[in-house]
């Protein structure tokens, strides 16, 4: 069975790589000259199932918990299982206690247990939740190293083209446009984040950070080479222009509050990504014709990715058995 793929971010990669492994003969279609140019580029890389269901259905924690597993398998060493660690200011500490009441998977840790885990945060907060179990990755890495690893294996990409006209030469469109599709799957709207990259030498994480705020948490994920990711605004809207006066502001004062160390740091990047939600936000697989759309991964790109695609390897080769049955 011959498959295109439309869309090379997360879910377009993910879904290529599960659909490969099957056997299928896949190309791949992106719009952008590139990889990594939509908001799969901008996002946190987080495998944290546990810390999102503290706003999320179960399914996600029920989906994402295998994520870890599934990024490992298909990149050996991208994946960093150093937990999650979640702190609050000190005029803020009932949101740790509101936070745990909506999750589990987590250990509460004295300052002394947080210092051990993150030296340079040591004395700076009383008590934390530790979810162990979690893990991160940078995801421009992994989507390089997703689609070397797809061109090694021959598959074809199109890059720069819109693959409509070429839309019949396949048996199966499999559409992970994302937010692209938005106005044209219905209930589809986006939801716009922004984020920044500091670079300083003078503080190191070990895992990724979540700084509990009534108005603006933020976490905070370390991306090697003294770079760290500081993100992310949840706004309703699909604008894509560049991140806003307001947004840079708070997440620039929300680093610093967590050390400030960053005050010093230098800003290398700023991005914002219109990230495609249903109304319930979570992400799912649809048929129109002969295409299946995966959309609606929301916040939950890399965390969520791998279990639509699996959904997808499942769908394709139920198809693939059918004229059996029928002959036998």
């Known amino acids: 069975m011959r498959i295109l793929v439309k869309g090379a971010g997360v879910a377009g990669l993910t879904v290529a790589w599960q659909l490969y492994r099957h056997g299928f003969d896949v190309t791949i279609a992106e719009r952008a000259e590139r990889i990594g140019t939509g908001a799969s580029g901008f996002a946190g890389g ?7 269901r503290e706003s999320a259905d179960e399914s996600v924690l029920t989906l994402g918990r295998m994520a870890a597993d599934w ?31 909506r999750t589990t998977g987590w250990e509460w840790l004295d300052e002394e247990a947080i210092a051990a885990l993150e030296p340079d945060l040591a004395g700076r907060f009383r008590k934390a939740l530790f979810f162990r179990q979690e893990a991160h990755l940078d995801p421009r890495e992994a989507l390089s190293a997703l689609t070397g690893g797809l061109e090694e294996a021959r598959m074809q990409f199109l890059f720069g083209t819109d693959s409509a006209s070429a839309e019949d030469r396949y048996d199966r469109v499999v559409d992970c446009t994302g937010s692209a599709r938005i106005g044209s799957l219905p209930n589809l709207r986006g939801v716009r984040g922004e984020m920044l990259l500091l670079e300083t030498g003078e503080i190191s994480l070990s895992r990724p950070i979540r700084l509990l705020h009534p108005r603006h948490p933020i976490y905070i994920v370390p991306r090697g080479k003294n770079r760290f990711m500081v993100g992310a605004t949840m706004i309703e809207s699909d604008d894509a222009d560049p991140i806003t006066a307001r947004s840079l502001m708070e997440l620039l004062n ?43 991964l929301y916040r939950h790109g890399y965390l969520l990715a791998p279990a639509m695609a699996g959904e997808v390897a499942r769908l394709l080769l139920g198809e693939q058995r ?3 049955r029928r002959a036998s």
Do not use: I, K
Request: proline letters at 8%; aromatic letters at 8%.
């Open 254 to 296: 929300a680093a610093y509050a967590l050390h400030p160390a960053f005050g010093e740091a230098r800003l290398t990047e700023t991005g914002a990504g219109v990230r495609p939600a249903y109304p319930d936000n979570l992400p799912r697989v649809t048929q129109e014709g002969r295409t299946l759309h995966v959309n609606g």
């Open 46 to 52: 987080m495998l944290a199932p546990w810390c999102e």
């Open 322 to 324: 059918q004229p059996e």
């Open 71 to 101: 990024w490992e398998a298909a990149l050996p060493g991208h994946v960093q299982r150093y937990g999650t660690l979640v702190v609050a200011g000190s005029r803020d500490t009932g949101e740790l206690d509101r936070f745990a009441s």
